[in-house]
């Protein structure tokens, strides 16, 4: 089944403990991105990769590392997380020069 | 200003119902434009691509006005399952910028 996987879907932490939140597709998409969703902003795009190895800055990039060092593969690195990255999460993956994001089922995070 | 802007509703509209969204976007180089539906806490998943043409499918039908940068959606017949929120997504540089509205939200009430 083609699809978009996320771990963990429920993530309750502390101020400053580093944490990686996994995304993973089974489609050989070139295309990854991270996006956090709060509410009355709806989706901003955190960073985002054309293919391995490339990886760029989305509209809220502050805080957030990522990787791709694999094509199925994009985790999402908090180094030092804070209470205003509170947010739910989604992955997602696209084929390049086609019209559908396929999502991940979304990664719920609360820093304390 | 927000660069992809939606009436947030809720829009409470009856069965059989025909609702209409609309979008604005301000960013002139955007290239290629989706509506997008999310059930409750759930993944947003593809609804219909936009063309300047017009794009329908089924009871759905989704406009591009070009010149007055918005897009519209237009549900006719309404159903319950179409109970929804319902995102437009502006693209531009292909997914290099990938802007999403902050949604409408409709209830379809029996």
């Known amino acids: 089944e083609a699809q978009v996987t996320q771990n963990p879907r429920y993530l309750i932490t502390v101020t400053g403990k580093k944490l990686t939140v996994t995304c993973s597709q089974n489609m050989n998409h070139e295309y990854m991105s991270w996006y956090r969703q709060d509410p009355g902003l709806g989706l901003r795009q955190i960073y985002y990769s054309m293919n391995v190895e490339v990886t760029d800055k989305g509209d809220v990039p502050e805080g957030y590392k990522v990787s791709r060092k694999e094509k199925r593969n994009f985790p999402l690195i908090l180094e030092s997380p804070s209470p205003n990255q509170t947010s739910l999460y989604f992955c997602?993956?696209?084929?390049?020069?086609?019209?559908?994001?396929?999502f991940g089922p979304g990664t719920r995070l609360t820093v304390l | 200003r927000k660069e992809v802007e939606q009436d947030p509703g809720p829009f409470n509209v009856p069965e059989g119902a025909t609702v209409a969204f609309n979008c604005t976007y301000s960013n002139s180089a955007s290239q290629s434009f989706f509506w997008y539906r999310q059930d409750c806490r759930k993944e947003p998943k593809l609804l219909m691509s936009?063309?300047?043409s017009g794009n329908e499918d089924g009871r759905f039908t989704a406009q591009l006005n070009r010149a007055s940068q918005y897009i519209s959606l237009l549900i006719r017949d309404s159903k319950l399952s179409d109970s929804a929120t319902y995102l437009c997504?502006?693209?531009?540089?292909?997914?290099?910028?990938?802007?999403f509205g902050t949604g409408t939200k409709l209830q379809v009430i029996p």
């Open positions: 997504v502006a693209l531009s540089g292909g997914y290099q910028k990938v802007t």
């Open positions: 997602a993956s696209t084929s390049l020069g086609t019209d559908t994001q396929y």
């Open positions: 936009v063309y300047s």
